[in-house]
């Protein structure tokens, strides 16, 4: 994927990590599939692996298929990188009840509007298949998110990227993001400088190519 290999290979069944790999780049994929469509969540294994997961160096990609049984057709086909994901797009399920097989297995979802559109890279939308370059082009462009390695940096990051997708524009100013002001400080309740801190972040994502500066206070998506 990152290199535009076309071919990617098959791990052996019950691989605990991942369920593909790219033999030229070596990255790795995790596939979930679901029928209709995709939902707000999507069913993973075991939370404490997940959360464990979120910070080694063996984090797969997610594939995402959403398909059609009865007239054998992929509707949506998706992946999320694994630079994407943070605890806050991880839900914790109740474990299961003392009757069950494994009484007290904690499972968990990966919830798909926690996630930055930018972190959904689409091969198939609504049955449509999307041109190889902007593929590439959408993978590489939030390639900067592996640079920080703090889960913390990361999770504000990622918060303030949904921000901008809330505003539904292409370009916007910074009097836009500061009505996020409210709903930033309910996730980052250690912060008592939210303004700072979206300021900041703006500038992070311009230097990285992410967003242009237009003027002051005045910025545009890439």
């Not at 997940?50 to 509707?75: A, C, G, K, Q």
């Amino acid at each position: 994927m990152d290199c535009g290999h076309l071919n990617i290979d098959k791990y052996p069944n019950n691989q605990p990590v991942a369920d593909f790999y790219c033999s030229n780049c070596h990255e790795d994929y995790e596939l979930k599939s679901k029928q209709n469509t995709l939902g707000a969540k999507i069913v993973d294994g075991a939370y404490s692996t997940m959360i464990e997961r979120l910070t080694s160096s063996n984090n797969p990609n997610f594939f995402l298929l959403n398909y059609d049984l009865i007239n054998l057709e992929v509707i949506n086909f998706l992946v999320i990188p694994k630079h994407f994901f943070v605890p806050e797009i991880i839900e914790k399920r109740n474990p299961l009840a003392p009757t069950a097989r494994r009484a007290g297995w904690v499972g968990c979802n990966i919830i798909l509007k926690n996630i930055p559109q930018t972190g959904k890279i689409f091969f198939v939308r609504n049955k449509q298949v999307e041109a190889k370059e902007k593929v590439l082009a959408n993978w590489k462009k939030t390639l900067f998110l592996r640079e920080e390695k703090e889960i913390l940096a990361k999770g504000w990051l990622l918060d303030v990227m949904r921000c901008v997708d809330k505003l539904g524009k292409k370009e916007f100013r910074l009097n836009d993001m500061y009505t996020f002001e409210n709903e930033l400080s309910r996730l980052h309740p250690e912060n008592r400088h939210i303004k700072d801190k979206i300021r900041q972040q703006l500038q992070f994502l311009r230097d990285k190519n992410y967003l242009d500066f237009v003027s002051r206070g005045h910025y545009r998506l890439t």
